[in-house]
């Protein structure tokens, strides 16, 4: 039998939906993110951030179904990400971390990943 997967040990789409949406609330108001989005609308940027982190825990592969192989350095190379904006990234999404409530050791994996995965986005220096 299958181990339970990060996916379902956090509660599954409605933590990601939860997560997902309340970063996207702080971006909205981020003056240096929310002019990065080149939509209007950050309604489809949001969904495409929940189902990849959904799909990168262990959930339903509906991101690579709809958008690819992620590729994600080369997705955000439109985009100068430098470390101001790595840390504002970082600066929402623990908002959005810490108010999912998950388990210690759960919310520690998610974070360690996260931070990880905002350095490696960089792409601009100086
Ligand atoms: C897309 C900014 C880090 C996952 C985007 C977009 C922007 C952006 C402006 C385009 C919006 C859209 O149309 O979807 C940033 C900045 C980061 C960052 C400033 C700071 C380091 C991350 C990290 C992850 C991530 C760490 C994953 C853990 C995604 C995904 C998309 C996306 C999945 C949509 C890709 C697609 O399917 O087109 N990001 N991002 N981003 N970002 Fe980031």
Redesign the pocket.
């Known amino acids: 039998q299958d181990p339970q997967t990060f996916y379902e040990a956090v509660g599954g789409e409605p933590t990601f939906r939860k997560i997902v949406a309340r970063f996207y609330a702080e971006v909205a108001a981020d003056e240096?993110?929310r002019p990065?989005?080149?939509?209007a609308d950050l309604g489809?940027?949001e969904e495409?951030?929940r189902?990849?982190?959904m799909q990168?825990w262990g959930g339903p592969h509906t991101?690579s179904e709809?958008?690819g192989h992620?590729r994600?350095r080369m997705?955000?190379a439109?985009?100068s990400?430098g470390p101001l904006?790595?840390d504002?990234?970082?600066r929402a999404?623990r908002i959005a971390v810490d108010e999912a409530d998950l388990p210690k050791p759960l919310e520690e994996q998610l974070w360690q990943?996260?931070q990880m995965?905002?350095?490696?986005?960089?792409n601009t220096w100086g």
């Open positions: 240096v993110l990065m989005y080149p939509e489809p940027a495409r951030l189902l990849f982190l990168y991101y709809r958008r992620p994600l997705r955000h439109p985009f990400i904006e790595r504002a990234w970082l999404m990943y996260l995965a905002a350095d490696s986005m960089i």
